[in-house]
């Protein structure tokens, strides 16, 4: 990792320290699901390959499921992309509000791309300052990365798995997600782009495709539109 | 399952992933799409909340979820860490779900 932070540093830094911590907690929740996409990906005839590969390149949950559900289904190949592009549009939107963070070489950016995801997004904004947002964002996005193309490869392999409901384990990602977007709540605008979002995302879940509700909640960012009264001064 | 799915759905995906980084890249932003850029996070991730907890597929539901992360919001609000958060919300879940 290049950047101010060294990365013997990183373990030492109490900020970074919980932001491991949740990492490995998540990760856990992320392989149980891992592991049950392999197999849910195997018995709707992918090979073992086939669902590593997907894991590896595609490397977003919800669209991948989405994928292999509609052909297990019995779906065709297009109605299963069609869904599963639909999921991971929000990325590109997160990648808009991670841009200004990840300047650097080019390729490191290409890098930083395949692992712009909800997690690692959620997670870097939940920080104070640049240096802690580039961190958490790059610890999170490969942490992520390892425990799902792990738990894609047993999952795959083994055939069997653990219903991640039984532990509440499909709660995890809210409730981390509350607590990495709990900070910014202090700051008004903030608060109230949060508030547009799920409401929209709520209002609109009955009524559209999934995935389209959550690119919609993007209107929350209209309460930046205005300038911020202190500076008008 | 064909390969041709698992690749076109891989450079779709990486596709969407980096176009915003492009987009961006290193260019300097007027302030007030830099203002906008910044709440990104906060109006998807309450979003993503939302559809999490409340939601199968099309559907609003209410079940254990809620009483989960209801708890999560609570100890994020007594400033619990955040590995605490996620274990918090998980578990009362699961005890919710054990309990109805």
């Known amino acids: 990792m290049r950047g101010p932070l060294k990365v013997r540093e990183l ?5 970074l320290r919980q932001v491991f911590a949740a990492c490995v907690t998540l990760g856990l929740a992320v392989g149980v699901f891992a592991i049950s996409f392999g197999v849910t990906a195997v018995s709707a005839g992918a090979s073992v390959a086939q669902t590593c590969v997907m894991s590896l390149l595609v490397f977003t949950g919800a669209s991948q499921f989405s994928a292999v559900s509609v052909i297990g289904a019995g779906g065709s190949a297009a109605s299963a992309f069609g869904s599963a592009a639909l999921l991971a549009a929000r990325n590109s939107v997160y990648g808009l509000a991670m841009a200004p963070h990840l300047k650097g070489r080019l390729a490191t950016r290409l890098v930083a791309a395949q692992i712009t995801i909800d997690e690692s997004t959620a997670m870097a904004s939940a920080q104070t300052d640049a240096t ?6 790059w610890i999170t996005g490969l942490s992520i990365y390892l425990f799902w193309n792990t738990g894609t490869l047993i999952g ?6 653990i219903d991640p409901t039984t532990y509440g384990l499909d709660a995890a990602f809210p409730a981390a997600f509350v607590a990495m977007v709990w900070p910014s709540l202090r700051n008004r605008r903030s608060a ?3 508030a547009i ?3 929209v995302c709520l209002a609109l879940i009955p009524f559209t495709p999934v995935g389209v509700p959550i690119l919609c909640a993007v209107l929350g960012v209209v309460v930046g539109i205005p300038s911020p009264p202190e500076r008008a001064t | 399952m064909t390969w041709t799915l698992v690749f076109a759905l891989a450079a779709t995906a990486y596709a969407f992933k980096v176009l915003g980084l492009v987009l961006v890249g290193e260019r300097k932003l007027p302030a007030m799409l830099d203002r906008c850029l910044a709440l990104i996070p906060a109006a998807l991730i309450a979003a993503l909340v939302m559809k999490d907890t409340f939601s199968v597929g099309q559907h609003l539901q209410l079940d254990a979820r809620a009483a989960g992360v209801g708890a999560a919001v609570i100890a994020a609000w007594r400033k619990a860490p955040l590995i ?4 918090i919300g998980a578990g009362v879940t699961a005890l919710a779900r054990a309990l109805t």
Do not use: K, Y
């Open chain 1, 11 to 15: 373990w030492r830094d109490e900020d």
């Open chain 1, 132 to 137: 802690h947002r580039r961190a958490a964002f």
């Open chain 1, 156 to 161: 795959a392999i083994l055939g069997s798995t």
């Open chain 1, 192 to 194: 109230l782009a949060a």
């Open chain 1, 197 to 199: 979002g799920a409401t």
């Open chain 2, 84 to 87: 605490a958060v996620i274990v």
